[in-house]
């Protein structure tokens, strides 16, 4: 079975940019979550999704920070304007519904702005 | 204070040594725990839960101390492959909310 597929994996831009990350989490779970890790502040959750649902976005670090699940087989990290602090890791992870606490992380995109 | 800390590491190992991870965590109403392993420029993995009573996986023992709020990891004859960062892992109060410590690294050299 495929594991979580996010894209791009790698993507440089420039400040002030709009950056749009995407996920694919394993077919039947029903929770996804976005975080980010930099060095200095290791994995942050920024939101998560329950059925499609946002559950929990207070780690959304401001209104530049969008995410969206139109459906359970896809989701968006958008970033407008991006900024030079926002270089990251960012990684979607998925779990399933009753499961056990385990989240499958996706490869991860690894976003640098110029 | 942060809801989860460990000491950032590195640990320098040589190969067969036993080595140990520790962990506080803040929120004493904290249901589940954890240990992820992520290698460098990948995504964590789960290396093992974390039982009130103390589990082993092999090489690996994971143990918990409500009362300090405190877990621990043991890895035993260390190899080459455990180098790695390790992640504890709490699960906070909210809906399978995860919150990470930022991570022990581990160097095992030969």
């Known amino acids: 079975d495929a594991g979580v597929i996010q894209s791009p994996r790698h993507e440089v831009t420039e400040m002030g940019q709009e950056v749009t990350l995407r996920c694919k989490p394993i077919s039947g779970h029903n929770s996804l979550f976005w975080y980010r890790q930099t060095m200095m502040r290791g994995l942050e959750l920024l939101i998560y999704f329950n059925n499609n649902v946002p559950i929990d976005d207070s780690g959304m670090p401001e209104d530049r920070f969008s995410a969206k699940m139109p459906n359970a087989s896809f989701s968006t990290l958008k970033i407008q304007p991006s900024e030079p602090r926002d270089s990251a890791v960012y990684f979607c992870?998925?779990?399933?519904?009753?499961?056990?606490?385990?989240?499958?992380f996706g490869e991860g995109s690894r976003l640098t702005v110029l | 204070r942060k809801e989860v800390e460990q000491d950032p590491g590195p640990f320098n190992v040589p190969e067969g040594a036993t080595v140990a991870f520790n962990c506080t965590y803040s929120n004493s109403a904290s249901q589940s725990f954890f240990w992820y392993r992520q290698d460098c420029r990948k995504e964590p993995k789960l290396l093992m839960s974390?039982?009130?009573s103390g589990n082993e996986d092999g090489r690996f023992t994971a143990q918990l101390n409500r009362a300090s709020q405190y877990i621990s990891l043991l890895i035993r004859d260390s190899k080459l492959s455990d180098s790695a960062t390790y992640l504890c892992?709490?699960?906070?109060?909210?809906?399978?909310?995860?919150?990470f410590g930022t991570g022990t690294r581990l160097l095992v050299s030969p």
């Open positions: 974390v039982y009130s």
């Open positions: 992870a998925s779990s399933p519904q009753g499961g056990t606490g385990e989240l499958f």
């Open positions: 892992v709490v699960r906070g109060t909210g809906f399978q909310k995860l919150v």
